[in-house]
């Protein structure tokens, strides 16, 4: 190598000497210029690999997505619908709800708020594990009632509303939280609205809602629908509580 090197050098004359001669202080500075200039390529080529990188950690974002599922209750029959279960006629009993939250995005969400709204005012709503008992109250904010829509262009109407934290959601993977309901003998529908959103979310679409109805059939044959409730005025709180400000709901 050093001969190549010597082979590519221009000739230097020397004014004291009677013959050609190679110069050791211009070979040094020729390597000296060939490394600076070597070190510049590799300074550039890093420079530019870390501003991809900024780049793309700052368009990056999370993108959620929710999955509802009841826990502990049969299918319905001929039904492919995830969300209709069949029940003991005539009975009242709590249903569990799995609430899947999963980030398809690449990057992960920081602390991501869950809200639930089951429909109907002043029904029993709380947080919960997988068998159905109640999570300590420092884990959860209380339900309260408050007007929601349960479709994206329906008419709000009542329901009781919960929130969750969660503090992170990486990419790649599922959290999973629970959450219960009375079911009153004669009820065969319950609509469900379940959102999540958090600060890594694109900045048009900063909430994934889910609308879902839970369809209670009879577990008998001919496994149809529940007899409907009597109609009725439904029966809403005289004074909207307010929402509290720690909590947005979208």
Not at 109 to 115: H, L, P, R, Y
């Amino acid at each position: 190598m050093p001969a190549i090197l010597l082979a590519a050098l221009p000739e230097f004359r020397c004014s004291n000497c009677s013959s050609t001669s190679t110069d050791p202080l211009a070979l040094a500075s020729f390597i000296v210029a060939i490394g600076a200039l070597v070190i510049a390529g590799v300074a550039l080529a890093w420079s530019h690999s870390e501003h991809k990188e900024f780049m793309r950690r700052l368009k990056a974002r999370a993108r959620l997505r929710i999955n509802l599922e009841p826990r502990d209750a049969p299918q319905a029959v001929d039904s492919d619908d995830p969300m209709a279960i069949m029940a003991p006629v005539g009975e009242s009993w709590e249903q569990v709800i799995q609430v899947t939250v999963a980030n398809d995005g690449d990057t992960a969400a920081g602390t991501t708020v869950v809200n639930v709204h089951v429909e109907g005012a002043n029904r029993a709503v709380s947080w919960c594990d997988p068998t159905g008992h109640d999570l300590p109250s420092s884990m959860t904010v209380k339900a309260l009632d408050a007007e929601v829509a349960f479709t994206r262009d329906g008419s709000p109407s009542w329901a009781r509303w919960m929130s969750q934290e969660l503090a992170r959601v990486s990419t790649g993977s599922n959290v999973i939280v629970f959450f219960k309901f009375g079911v009153r003998a004669t009820e065969n529908r319950i609509r469900l609205r379940v959102s999540a959103h958090c600060d890594e979310q694109p900045d048009d679409a900063p909430a994934v809602v889910v609308y879902s109805t839970l369809w209670i059939h009879d577990r008998r044959p001919p496994y149809e629908l529940r007899a409907a409730p009597p109609l009725g005025k439904a029966k809403t709180p005289a004074v909207p509580p307010a929402v509290p400000p720690a909590m947005g709901a979208p």
